[in-house]
């Protein structure tokens, strides 16, 4: 533990760490270290860029709070939270969704809505009406599976960003005997994440625009089967190949069709336009 140098140094905290009776954050630990020492050899990083690190993550960490997730936020935005993603959910079964991002927006336990009803309380914005039914892996209805939805305004903002008096446009369903699920929502609008923060900065300074495609949030949970966490994103956003947040599949794009006033599919009779999409979803047990 003497005489450290670039060239020992690593291999003195891994030995640090041999102790350690959790195998698993042993291993952990063990590469983090490993990598973490191997990068910083290639970029050789001045005092000054170290300390301008440490501030980075000192304020996106001070960003934080019960309504916010700075570091989420910049996990997304470096691709990690979808690597971490497409390596817990690996699959080719066509008849299971693909997932997707979380987000920092979500917030655990909505309103309770009932099958058909609306979640745009307190807002204004183009209807939009969506249906669709879950199954399971080969394609048979499932009842009474939770689904949480959440989503932007057509302004582009969450109820969280907002001064609001209560929730608006997130709520939880349950879907019926025919694995059916509906609600009455507004049409999302593409949208910045936050760039008052840290993060922000960082896609200013490299160059990157903050935007993410029109999307509805979706959490399935039921079960004996996986939890799952995913998004469908509006055909034709030109935000699709450029997701700031890297969240978009092709599997999970569908049109918000426009729609003529008159009787909507749930029988409503609507006096002027709105959007409409359906959207199955395949859950895989665990």
């Not at 291993?27 to 980075?56: D, M």
């Not at 979500?106 to 209807?127: F, L, M, R, S, T």
């Not at 994103?233 to 599949?249: H, M, Q």
Request: charge should be negative; include cysteine.
């Amino acid at each position: 533990m003497r005489n450290l140098n670039a060239d020992n140094i690593t291999a003195a905290v891994v030995e640090e760490f041999s102790g350690c009776e959790d195998e698993r954050l042993k291993t952990i630990l063990n590469s983090l270290v490993s990598h973490l020492h191997s990068f910083l050899r290639e970029i050789e990083p001045s005092q000054s860029e170290w300390t301008t690190a440490i501030e980075f993550l000192t304020k996106t960490g001070q960003m934080c709070d019960d309504q916010r997730q700075e570091f989420i936020l910049l996990s997304d935005t470096l691709g990690v939270t979808m690597l971490v993603d497409a390596l817990n959910h690996q699959t080719s079964d066509p008849m299971v969704s693909e997932s997707t991002v979380l987000g920092p927006f979500y917030v655990a336990n909505p309103p309770k809505v009932d099958q058909g009803g609306a979640i745009d309380w307190n807002v204004e914005g183009e209807p939009l009406y969506v249906e669709g039914r879950v199954h399971d892996g080969a394609g048979d209805p499932l009842v009474n599976v939770v689904i949480d939805v959440w989503q932007s305004d057509s302004e582009g903002f969450y109820d969280v960003q907002k001064e609001l008096d209560s929730a608006s446009l997130r709520a939880r369903f349950s879907t019926d005997e025919q694995g059916r699920y509906a609600f009455w929502t507004v049409t999302p609008a593409p949208y910045p994440i936050p760039t008052d923060g840290p993060v922000g900065k960082m896609l200013e300074l490299t160059g990157r625009h903050p935007y993410r495609p029109a999307h509805v949030h979706f959490m399935l949970m039921a079960e004996g089967y996986e939890t799952l966490v995913t998004q469908v994103f509006a055909e034709g956003d030109p935000y699709l190949d450029s997701d700031a947040v890297f969240g978009v599949k092709d599997s999970l794009v569908r049109e918000f069709q426009l729609m003529p006033s008159g009787q909507a599919p749930d029988g409503r009779n609507m006096s002027g336009p709105y959007r409409h999409f359906k959207y199955d979803f395949g859950l895989k047990a665990s």
